[in-house]
Structure formats: C-alpha cells, structure tokens
C-alpha cells in the first residue's frame, strides 16, 4: 500500500504545479550525473553527482549522534565558502569504517577533482582547478560494511561524461531515485518567489524512509537555489526553517550517524544584496524554503517504511513550544497509538495514555482533542453525543489529524509521522534489509 | 509463538522449584478469592480479591505518568500503615473517568469493606471492622470507558464466598490468570530465605503485554512475604529494588496510567525485629526480593505482545551506572535493533546507530560488542575473523544478550525485552485491543 499524497502536499506557491511531483527545470549553476557504481549489484543508479561549475555557498545541518559516519567527518573539515560539487552514494553508510573508510574519502576526492578539473579543462572558457576541499559527501546505507572505494572511483569517468549541464524533469528525477534506499517513492519539491524584484528558484530533493520512529534512518535532503546568498545567511535560514520541517517529522534528523540537510545557491540570479538573514527582503524566500523544506520532510515521514496513512499531531494553546512539541513527540512516537491508527480505531484512550507519559503536567479540565473535524475529548470529558462510528469512519482516511488543544497558552507545535504496520516489520526483520 | 522461558528464569535459590512456574502454596496471612464480574463478557475471572484477614504492612510504587487512574488517586489518599485488602480489576482501567470513576471506588470501597466486615464477624474469634480506608485497588484495562461499578459490586458476594483462608498452587495460578490482559502466559516466582534465623516466603505475581516499548502498557506485579517488616521497610527495600528489576525492563512501570507494584507483609513470622533497612539481617531478603522481582520482570519482558526471542542488553565498564543505563535502553527500545533480531540478523550496525543516537560521548577505540559469546567488535574495529555464519547460526536462539563494553570505567546496567513481530503489530491494530 503506499499513500497516495496528490492530496496534500500541495504547495501554497501558485507557481507550483499540481500533480504526483512538481516539474522541476533548469536552475543555473547546477549539472547533475547520475550512474550505477553497481553498488546493489543490480545495474541500479546509486551514485550521483552534483556539480557547480561557478561555485556554490552552501550550508548544512548535520546528525547529532554521537556515532558520525566518515562522510559527515570530512564534510566537517571543509572550511571554503564555496563548494564545486557533491558526491551521493547509497548502499553504503561508510560509517563506522574508521581510518580506512576516511581514507577512501580522501581518494575519492583526488580523483574526482582532478576529473572534474580535466573537465573544467574542455568545457570552461576560464578553467579553474578543483581542489579536494572542494568536494563534499553524503553516504547512506548500511553501517560497518567496507566502503566500496573502488566500485565509485571506477564509476566516475563515467559519470564525468554524463554530466548534464541542463537539467529538466527526467534529470532531477533520476537523481532523486539514485539517492534513495528503501524508499517507495522519489522525494522531490520546488517553489519559486521573489527577493526583491529577482524572481528565485528553490528546488529540493530527499530521501528518507526506515524511520518509524525519530532518529533510527538516513535522511538526506538537498536544497538548490539560484539566488545570491551568502554561506552565512544560507546556514541561518537553514538552520532556522529545519525545526518545523525536517526536525518536525517523526524522524528527526539528528541521529542516525548520517543524516544531512544541505543548501547550495549558485548566485546566478543577481537578486538585491542580502547582508542579514532578518532581512525583510528574504521574508517570500524564508516562506518558499520553509515549504519546500516542510514539503519534503511531510513526503520523507509519509513514505517511512510501511506506512499506510500520513498522520499528523499538532499540539496546540501550550504554554510553549517545547512542552507542544514533546507533547505532539509522545504521541506521534507511541506504537501502540501508531498501530491504532494502522487498524483504524479511534483509540482516543492511547493518546491519552501518550500525552501521560510525555511527563509534561497537563490540566485535565482543560484539555481537548480532536481526530480531524471530530470533537472527542472537550476540556477534559467525553463529548456528550460521542459518535464512535462517525470518527471510526474517520480513520479510513489515508491522512489523518489529530489536534490536542492544551488550553493552557498559545503556542503550538505541529509533528508528521505515519502508522505503524506489519509491512514495516517485513521490511526490517529481512536479514540485512 | 510463545517463548519457553524453562531455560533461563530459574532463580539463583536452590530452595526454588524448577519447573515452567514454580509452585507456590500457603502463606500465611494472605487470603485470595478470584471471580468473573464478566468485564469481557465472556465468564473469564476479571476479578481478584487479596484479603489480609489480621491486616499487612505494605508499600507501593506507582506510575510517574501525568495521567493517573483513579484507582491510583485513591491509593495515594490511603495513609494507614496496615492494609486489609487488595481488589484487581481486569478490562477497564478507570483511567480519564473523571469523579465518576473515583466515586465508584468509593462505593466499592464502602460496599467490600461491609462484607468483609460481616465475613470477618462470622469466621474469626476477635472480629475487626474493616474500614473503605484499608483497601487498595488495583485495575488494568481500556482506558476513558465507563468504570463497570455495578459489575463488580454485583460479584462481591460471591467473591466474599469464594475466600481461601488456605492457598495452594492452584489458587496462586487462577489469581495469576485473573489479573492478565493480553498476556500469554500468568507470571509467577517465588523464593524462600532467612532473616536471622527464621525462614520467610517472598511470592510474586504480575502482568504486563502490551509494552514493547517503555512505558507502554500497564504493569501490574503483587509480592507476599509472611515476614515481619514495617511498611517503613518495605518501602525502602522495594524502591531500591525496583531499579534494576521492573525498571530494567524495556517498560519501566513509569509511565502508563495505572502501573503499580506492590509488597504486603503479613508479619505473621516473628523474625527478629528489623529496625532498619541496611539493617545486615536483611542482606538475603533482599537479595531474594531482588530474585523475585527480577524472575517477574523478565517474564513480563518476554511475554511482551508478539514476543519471539527474550533479549538482554547489558552496558558494561561505563563509567556510570546513568550511562550504562541510557545507552542499554537506547538499543532495546530501537525497532531497527528489535526487529532485525525478529529476522535473526546480526545487524551489528544497527547497533553502533543506537549506541550512537544515546547522545553519550563514546571513545570509539574502546569499544567492544559481543553476542552471546561471539566477539563482533573489539576495541572499536570489527574483528579479524569475524564469521558472520557463526553469529548468525546463534541469532536463531530464543534468548539474546548482546554485552556492549564501553572499556572506559567498572558500572554496568541490564535491559530485559524482547523483539518485534508483525504479530505486535498484529495485536495492538484489532480494533480496541
């Protein structure tokens, strides 16, 4: 079963085209190539390379696990404000590989920036040298396997030669379905708006899925613009927009050893200059990178393994932020409200259970909760005329809403996740899935 | 699939019995009657009466969750040192029923404390009157329905009839199966030990299910000892040994509604007098309470819904017990971790990620991980010989440990819990399991 989300990932943007995926096109300063380095030992593409011939400022959010895979080591050594290209792999994690695995990084990195500089060589009025440090990583797959150095670097002649300077539709759905693992579906979003008079593009694409619960799978996600930003004003708006989005769905970002968010703008739309990221000029750019990121992230938490309903939790009237957000965490995370949702049953009794146990003290009298237009819970009783069949009825839904309203304040706090279903369980219990 | 735990729930206590349950008999002080007040409709006992007919010490340890039932709130009001009675109830939890559920304990405490009033004036020489305020209760179930009030007043005259002054094993295994939800088995242990000279019985019954996670589902667990122990003792001894016993399992009884262990004494053997809890005479109580407590938990981890394999993940050489204890739950709570031991693989990434994802800083070079007796990592390198046929071959075992040495100190802690099934998800999906 996979959800069928035309439905609800539609953009606010009225640029943004309706349908199964956006359309994305060409966006300047970015060639993409994709190949097979047969790393699945099935032909599939599994390497991609993003390339920046002019240069790219860039920023990215990383995993907070204690445990860091080799890539997101060397990704944390590079100091330069612009970066040339970016290397994706699947299969292979190349975490927990130690010395060996870094040092395949290493030899990775001389040998694509002496190709991409021979490349730079024919194809570049101005050829420019591409240094190593040039270079940044993003791996995903399994953790503690040898990194598979000589199957990549013997792919990359080829993907030299692929390399599109010109992209279309084809070309960034190729690169969303190379980076993928045990994802259903490609990930891919856009918006377009405005930073000052300059019409900019956003266009992103994720892979996700293995995720169930926070933390537990790769997510990688990868944000390319057009605009003139600098690494700095990029790495704050990242920073701020991934708390609501990426940070929001029921597998936050900060702790497989391999999870990344990054941010590339290629500077070719010569939008009026932005020299602090409260600006107000950036306040459409702020939007559209919030909803390409919250798009993403949403398409990331529906197709986690075996989902068959999207499911949102949104805590509301909280005093704060975090208490609505542990709040909303408890319940999105409670498997026993998570296959309740699998098997359609309104078990309002789990949510409570789940708002309990976030250790956070509630007002009984004073709290309701919702399942999409249905009162169940109105400060602190059941509703009266309760109607178990129509919200019964409800959860048939492939999206379903439930609001917790604290009535305590006026914060809120909003997480997305899926249910809970045997189909997750066969995917992960196959030996070395 | 049930797990036959024969194999690794003997206790240490030579005097203990081996067998799939040991068998418990007469303690002295404690009185049982079991009943259907047909909570499920289908004539099952759901009801559970223990009956200190010359009254008992006790001490309790509740749910730390936010939401508490009713039958909670009403024991946290209980301040007399003795205790005549504890009632179980099966099927409803009398959680979120509000004043109405309160007020129908009040009835039953009015009504039970009469009757066991009239019993008592009929079958003992000094008649006592027995007060609502000397009876606890216990409840485990659906939680926000109804609390059935007039059910259970309805069977107390026949539970009154069906009091056993005198038990055997056959009473203790039909009170065991009167407190079970969604169980597959009842829980029961025992052990016998000295205070000075004088032998005492320490008996144990629980439930738990539904809790593959922490703090999950509710967990009920019942100890009887005829020694004699103030309730000031009692508390201290039980809370201490709480820790690494039912909170070692992967469903720390911190969090549902309603969980609740409990320790009567019945004083009934007059061992020398116990002034205090570090008091040397009582180093083999507690460490057979600890037997006891442990033998209980552990059969309630490997009971777990959908449970195939029993599993232990213990953190060794932390360097504190916090540590040790935070990254041992971090692993047994991952379903990555859980449900690739379901498919016998031995997913050691998995592992390293959970390790990781506990935020504790690790030094890598110091690692180590074994399964079972099969080293996998050793001072952070997979090593040499690794014959992932052999490890496999000893993943189709029914019990796993998996030691993870930390190498930087001398604390370790012990998590009990099992995999994850489809047939977890199986059970928690029926509609209102």
């Given at each position: ?35 097979s380095a047969n790393l699945y030992n099935n032909k599939r593409?599994d ?44 299969r ?56 598979p150095?000589?199957k990549?670097?013997y792919c ?278």
């Amino acid at each position: 079963m996979v959800i069928n989300f035309n439905n609800f990932f539609n953009t606010e943007n009225k640029n943004a085209k309706i349908g199964d995926f956006q359309d994305l096109d060409h966006i300047d300063g970015v060639s993409i190539s994709t190949t097979s380095a047969n790393l699945y030992n099935n032909k599939r593409d599994d390497v991609v390379l993003f390339y920046f011939r002019d240069g790219a400022s860039y920023a990215s959010v990383y995993t907070q696990s204690k445990i860091i895979s080799e890539n997101i080591k060397w990704n944390l050594k590079i100091k330069s404000k612009k970066i040339r290209a970016l290397l994706v792999n699947t299969r292979n994690a190349n975490a927990f590989t130690g010395a060996k695995g870094f040092k395949s990084l290493v030899n990775l990195a001389d040998s694509l920036s002496v190709q991409l500089s021979e490349k730079n060589k024919i194809d570049d009025e101005n050829p420019i040298k591409i240094r190593p440090s040039d270079i940044l990583f993003a791996s995903t797959g399994t953790i503690g396997e040898k990194f598979p150095e000589d199957k990549i670097k013997y792919c990359l002649p080829e993907l030299m030669q692929k390399i599109k300077y010109t992209q279309n539709k084809y070309i960034w759905m190729k690169a969303a379905m190379g980076i993928i693992t045990t994802d259903m579906k490609p990930k891919i979003a856009m918006e377009e708006c405005k930073i000052g008079n300059a019409t900019v593009k956003i266009y992103g694409i994720a892979k996700g899925s293995g995720m169930i619960y926070p933390n537990m799978a790769t997510t990688l996600g990868f944000i390319f613009t057009d605009a003139t930003l600098s690494s700095t004003i990029l790495r704050k708006i990242l920073k701020k927009n991934i708390e609501t989005t990426f940070n929001a769905i029921s597998c936050d970002g900060d702790t497989s050893t391999n999870d990344m968010v990054t941010i590339f703008s290629t500077n070719k739309i010569k939008n009026t200059e932005i020299k602090n990221a409260s600006d107000k000029k950036l306040f459409e750019f702020n939007k559209s990178l919030h909803n390409v990121l919250l798009n993403l992230a949403k398409r990331v938490a529906s197709d986690g393994e075996g989902a068959s309903k999207f499911v949102t939790i949104s805590t509301i009237n909280s005093k704060n932020e975090t208490q609505a957000k542990t709040i909303s965490f408890s319940v999105a995370n409670s498997p026993l409200v998570k296959t309740a949702i699998a098997g359609e049953d309104p078990n309002w009794g789990r949510i409570i259970m789940a708002i309990g146990k976030a250790k956070i003290k509630i007002d009984i009298k004073k709290l309701s909760i919702k399942f999409g237009n249905h009162k169940i819970i109105e400060k602190g009783e059941l509703i009266n005329n309760y109607n178990e069949e129509e919200v019964a009825n409800y959860m048939k839904s492939e999206k379903i809403d439930i609001v917790i309203d604290l009535g305590v304040g006026s914060k809120n706090f909003t997480v997305y996740t899926m249910d809970l279903t045997k189909k997750y369980i066969e995917i992960n219990s196959d030996y070395r899935s």
